[in-house]
C-alpha cells in the first residue's frame, strides 16, 4: 500500500506479476496511445497505435484475468498525469484509468516510502522488486529472483520507456519500448467504500485449533475470537450491491452459550453445485472493533431463521452484531487468497448476560373510565421493555410477541392508558422483557366493562364520572351537566313548568282586580 487517503487505498502489487512490451511497435509513443495500457486495461484497438489500426485487447487482457467482476468495480478510475521527461520528451495527454504504472515522481515519492535518490549511490532497495514465477517463466529478465519493472513515464528519445532496474535505481532514460523481458508492476487505487472488512491473507477466516462450537451445520463454519495478526498480507471481503439480505431484528439479548435466532430475508441460496459457498455470517464487535467472527448457516432458502450461539466466552455487556450474507471463497483451510463478497452489514444490538431471572409482575388498579378508555398498574422488580395485548373478557389468552420492540420501563409501578377499547368487559395480558432478554410470566388483569345509565348518559350512582370520580348520593339522580335544569325523565316536563308559571301569574291580577272593585263600592256606600 503507497497510500490511504480521500476514501482510497493507492496500491501497488508486491511484486513483478507478467512480461508485455511497453508498446508492441518500436516507434515514438506516449502512456495514452501504448498498447500496455490498453492491454492492462482492456481497451478496444481505438485506443492504441499498435499495429496497423491499433490492437484489440477486450479479449485477452490483465484486468480481466487478475480480478473478477466485483473487484473491478471496486477499483477507482484514476486520473493518470502523464509529464514529460526530465529530458523534454512528450508524456503526452492525462488519461483516466483503472490500471496503470507508476511514473518516475511516484517511484521516487517518500511519502509513498521511496528513496528520492536518482543514482546508483543511495539506497534505492525499497523499489527493488522480485519476480513471480509466472513472471519468470514470461522471460522476465532476472538476477537473483529481482527484474526490472516499466514505468509509465517517457524516456528519452520518444522510443524509450523509463524502467526501474534490479538494484532499484530510477533509469530515466529507459529502454527500448518494444523490448519483451522487462515485467509489469501494475498499480490501482481501491474505493474503500466497496470494502466491508479485511482478513488475514492465509488463515484469517478459520478458527485456531483450540477454537469451539460448530454453527448450524456440519457444513457450516464456527464462530471464532479473531486472532492477533502481524503479517503484511491481507484479504478483502467487498461489497456485492447486488445482495438484498435483511433482518428483522434491530436488537437480541442472550446468555454466554445461549442461543439468539435471527429471522432474515433475502439471503443467496446454498446450493452443492452451483453455490457451495454461501453462508450467513456474523461479526461481533466491541468499541475496540470486531472481536469474534463465524460463518452461521448455509441457507436453505432466501427467507428462514438462523441460530448464533454465544460464545461462552464473552464478557456481560453490550456489543454490535453484524449479520451479512457472504460467498466465502477461501477454502478449508482458507489459503486460497481469494477475495470473498458479502451484503451490506445488517447491525443488531446485542446485550450479553448472565443474568437468567426473569422479571416478577404484581397487578396494581384497574379503572374503566369509558367505553373506549381504561387505566391499568402494574408493578415490575425489573427494568426493561412491556408488552401487552387486551381481548374480549373470556377470549382466549393471546401470544405475546416480544422479539419486537416494547415499552421501555423502570423497575416499579408502570401505568398503561388505553383509549381505543370497545363496548364490554376485557382481559389484558402483560409480559416485561429485561435487558438479558429473559421475559416474564404473562400477567392476566380483568377490566369491567363501563356501566351509564340515563337517556343522557350519565354515569350510575357509584360509577366512575367524566372526571374520574364516582356520583354516590343514594336515591336521587345527579343534575344535567350541561343545563343546571331538573331532571325529570320527560321532555314534555318544560312545558308543564311554563303552564304553571303562566296560571299562577293569572291568580294575581285577578286577586288584584277583585280587590280593587271592592274598594270602589266603600266610597260609593
Given at each position: 500500500?503507497?497510500?490511504?487517503?480521500?476514501?482510497?487505498?493507492?496500491?501497488?502489487?508486491?511484486?513483478?506479476?507478467?512480461?508485455?512490451?511497453?508498446?508492441?511497435?518500436?516507434?515514438?509513443?506516449?502512456?495514452?496511445?501504448?498498447?500496455?495500457?490498453?492491454?492492462?486495461?482492456?481497451?478496444?484497438?481505438?485506443?492504441?497505435?499498435?499495429?496497423?489500426?491499433?490492437?484489440d485487447f477486450t479479449g485477452n487482457n490483465f484486468i480481466g484475468t487478475a480480478f473478477s467482476g466485483g473487484e473491478q468495480g471496486a477499483i477507482a478510475g484514476t486520473e493518470v498525469?502523464?509529464?514529460?521527461?526530465?529530458?523534454?520528451?512528450?508524456?503526452?495527454?492525462?488519461?483516466?484509468?483503472?490500471?496503470?504504472?507508476?511514473?518516475?515522481?511516484?517511484?521516487?515519492?517518500a511519502a509513498y516510502g521511496f528513496s528520492n535518490n536518482e543514482d546508483e549511490t543511495g539506497d534505492a532497495s525499497g523499489r527493488i522488486s522480485q519476480n513471480t514465477d509466472y513472471a519468470r517463466n514470461r522471460n522476465a529478465y532476472d538476477r537473483e529472483?529481482?527484474?526490472?519493472?516499466?514505468?509509465?513515464?517517457?524516456?528519452a528519445p520518444g522510443n524509450n520507456a523509463a524502467i526501474v532496474n534490479i538494484s532499484g535505481f530510477l533509469d530515466d532514460i529507459g529502454f527500448k519500448i518494444d523490448n519483451s523481458f522487462i515485467a509489469v508492476r501494475p498499480a490501482f487505487h481501491l474505493n474503500l467504500n466497496s470494502v466491508l472488512f479485511t482478513s488475514a491473507a492465509v488463515g484469517g477466516k478459520i478458527p485456531a485449533a483450540a477454537g469451539g462450537g460448530n454453527q448450524g451445520s456440519a457444513d457450516a463454519g464456527e464462530i471464532f475470537e479473531i486472532a492477533d495478526y502481524s503479517g503484511d498480507e491481507w484479504k478483502l471481503t467487498l461489497l456485492d450491491n447486488s445482495r438484498n439480505f435483511d433482518i428483522a431484528e434491530t436488537a437480541a439479548a442472550g446468555t454466554p452459550g445461549g442461543t439468539v435466532t435471527l429471522n432474515y430475508t433475502g439471503a443467496t441460496v446454498y446450493?452443492?453445485?452451483?453455490?457451495?459457498?454461501?453462508?450467513?455470517s456474523v461479526m461481533i464487535a466491541d468499541g475496540?472493533?470486531?472481536?469474534?467472527?463465524?460463518?452461521?448457516?448455509?441457507?436453505?432458502?432466501?427467507?428462514?431463521?438462523?441460530?448464533?450461539?454465544?460464545?461462552?466466552?464473552?464478557?456481560?455487556?453490550?456489543?454490535?452484531?453484524?449479520?451479512?450474507?457472504?460467498?466465502?471463497?477461501?477454502?478449508?483451510?482458507?489459503?486460497?487468497?481469494?477475495?470473498?463478497?458479502?451484503?451490506?452489514?445488517?447491525e443488531v444490538a446485542l446485550t450479553v448476560s448472565s443474568d437468567t431471572t426473569a422479571p416478577a409482575l404484581t397487578a396494581g388498579a384497574v379503572s374503566r373510565v369509558s367505553d373506549r378508555a381504561a387505566t391499568v398498574t402494574f408493578t415490575s422488580d425489573e427494568a426493561g421493555s412491556y408488552y401487552y395485548e387486551v381481548v374480549d373478557s373470556g377470549a382466549a389468552a393471546p401470544a405475546i410477541d416480544t422479539t419486537v420492540a416494547g415499552v421501555?420501563?423502570?423497575?416499579?409501578?408502570?401505568?398503561?392508558?388505553?383509549?381505543?377499547?370497545?363496548?364490554?368487559?376485557?382481559?389484558?395480558?402483560?409480559?416485561?422483557?429485561?435487558?438479558?432478554?429473559?421475559?416474564?410470566?404473562?400477567?392476566?388483569?380483568?377490566?369491567?366493562?363501563?356501566?351509564?345509565?340515563?337517556?343522557?348518559?350519565?354515569?350510575?350512582?357509584?360509577?366512575?364520572?367524566?372526571?374520574?370520580?364516582?356520583?354516590?348520593?343514594?336515591?336521587?339522580?345527579?343534575?344535567?351537566?350541561?343545563?343546571?335544569?331538573?331532571?325529570?325523565?320527560?321532555?314534555?316536563?318544560?312545558?308543564?313548568?311554563?303552564?304553571?308559571?303562566?296560571?299562577?301569574?293569572?291568580c294575581v291580577v285577578l286577586l288584584l282586580v277583585v280587590r280593587k272593585i271592592r274598594r270602589r263600592q266603600r266610597c260609593s256606600a
Open positions: 500500500m503507497l497510500s490511504n487517503s480521500d476514501g482510497e487505498l493507492f496500491l501497488l502489487s508486491d511484486r513483478n506479476l507478467d512480461v508485455q512490451p511497453y508498446h508492441s511497435d518500436y516507434e515514438d509513443v506516449t502512456w495514452e496511445r501504448s498498447t500496455i495500457r490498453s492491454w492492462l486495461n482492456g481497451y478496444d484497438a481505438s485506443y492504441n497505435d499498435g499495429g496497423n489500426s491499433g490492437t498525469v502523464n509529464a514529460d521527461s526530465p529530458y523534454g520528451t512528450s508524456g503526452g495527454e492525462n488519461t483516466t484509468d483503472k490500471i496503470f504504472l507508476l511514473s518516475i515522481d511516484e517511484a521516487r515519492n529472483g529481482a527484474g526490472r519493472w516499466w514505468l509509465r513515464s517517457p524516456g446450493d452443492a453445485a452451483a453455490a457451495p459457498n454461501e453462508y450467513i475496540s472493533g470486531p472481536q469474534y467472527y463465524g460463518r452461521i448457516a448455509q441457507p436453505a432458502a432466501a427467507d428462514g431463521t438462523a441460530d448464533l450461539t454465544i460464545p461462552d466466552s464473552l464478557s456481560d455487556g453490550v456489543y454490535t452484531l453484524y449479520v451479512f450474507s457472504e460467498q466465502y471463497n477461501g477454502g478449508a483451510n482458507d489459503d486460497t487468497r481469494l477475495t470473498d463478497y458479502a451484503s451490506a452489514f445488517e421501555s420501563c423502570a423497575a416499579g409501578e408502570q401505568t398503561i392508558s388505553l383509549t381505543n377499547l370497545t363496548a364490554g368487559a376485557k382481559d389484558i395480558y402483560i409480559a416485561v422483557k429485561d435487558a438479558a432478554g429473559n421475559v416474564s410470566q404473562t400477567l392476566k388483569m380483568e377490566i369491567p366493562g363501563y356501566a351509564a345509565s340515563g337517556s343522557g348518559g350519565s354515569p350510575a350512582p357509584g360509577a366512575p364520572n367524566s372526571e374520574g370520580g364516582t356520583d354516590s348520593t343514594p336515591g336521587m339522580s345527579a343534575p344535567d351537566r350541561m343545563t343546571g335544569a331538573p331532571q325529570t325523565g320527560d321532555n314534555a316536563g318544560i312545558g308543564l313548568w311554563s303552564f304553571l308559571t303562566l296560571a299562577s301569574f293569572s
